[in-house]
């Protein structure tokens, strides 16, 4: 998505991208029979809000992400598993464990020691990237309350769905695959795209909570690889030093979480 910014605007990539994601899902939706109907009026209300969410996190993330490191950017995204820990904690009445306390605090931790604020950094689309965690942790939080007999690719389907028609309305001009010169690049997002939301739906809806979410620190471990490569990023000491206080985190609470049947 980066690569491409510099060629076609932010929501003709989105609509692109879109297109397809929307084709693979209702593809795989089809062939597992999967019902396109929701009945209950609570659920499309919950499947329309996360979609709108999905959108606005979507948009505000891309233009952090365009005009910042991949690592910086994506190390702003590590306060989501405390957003969403305490979200949890509050609003949905799961009683916390001392370890998972210590896990996403260390973890946040290691997020901030990477952020710091003030730093030269970061500039002014770190407010759309803090936008975007907002928007995200909010997402996974109504996702919880989802009628566990809804298929996860059903909530995914119209995620992609809603935020290609949105991208289309927005999208000044129409572009096509054959006048954009990596579309291969716009392949490839739409696959990891797509496992992306079916998974991340998934997750949030059958496992607990306070413990998927510490896993999301992993997405800083996999920004600073891929912005060293394809960019030429090369992380600052604080950076690999917050980094590694983020794995001890996850190595902590999935060592703790090992012996949990539901785990």
Same mark, same amino acid.
């Given at each position: ?153 059903? @909530?995914? #389907?119209? =995620?992609?769905?809603?935020? !290609? ?9 129409? $572009? *096509? &695959? ?30 607990? @909570?306070? #413990?998927? =979410?510490?896993?999301?620190? !992993? ?9 060293? $490569? *394809? &960019? ?32």
């Amino acid at each position: 998505m980066k690569f491409l910014s510099s060629e076609i605007s932010m929501f003709q990539i989105t609509f692109l991208r879109g297109l397809l994601v929307t084709l693979f899902l209702f593809s795989y939706c089809y062939f597992t029979k999967a019902s396109f109907f929701i009945r209950a009026w609570k659920d499309r209300f919950v499947v329309t809000l996360r979609s709108i969410l999905e959108v606005v996190m979507t948009y505000t993330f891309l233009a952090a992400l365009f005009n910042m490191n991949v690592a910086n950017a994506n190390a702003i995204l590590q306060l989501i598993p405390l957003m969403v820990f305490f979200g949890s904690f509050y609003f949905l009445r799961q009683s916390p464990r001392t370890y998972e306390w210590i896990a996403v605090l260390v973890g946040c931790l290691g997020a901030i020691i990477i952020i710091r604020p003030g730093a030269s950094d970061f500039n002014f689309f770190t407010i759309h990237a803090l936008i975007a965690v907002f928007c995200l942790s909010a997402r996974d939080l109504i996702t919880v309350r989802l009628n566990k007999n809804i298929p996860s690719n059903i @909530v995914a #389907f119209y =995620s992609a769905l809603m935020l !290609t028609l949105a991208s289309f309305l927005l999208s000044e001009e129409t $572009v *096509f &695959f054959a006048e954009v010169n990596n579309s291969l690049f716009i392949f490839y997002t739409a696959i990891f795209v797509s496992i992306g939301y079916i998974a991340s739906v998934a997750a949030m809806r059958f496992g607990e @909570v306070t #413990f998927v =979410s510490p896993f999301r620190y !992993t997405a800083l471990l996999w920004a600073m690889g891929m912005g060293f $490569v *394809f &960019f030429g990023e090369i992380p600052k000491f604080t950076t690999f030093f917050g980094g590694s206080l983020i794995i001890l985190a996850g190595i902590y609470i999935f060592y703790k979480s090992r012996e949990n049947k539901n785990a």
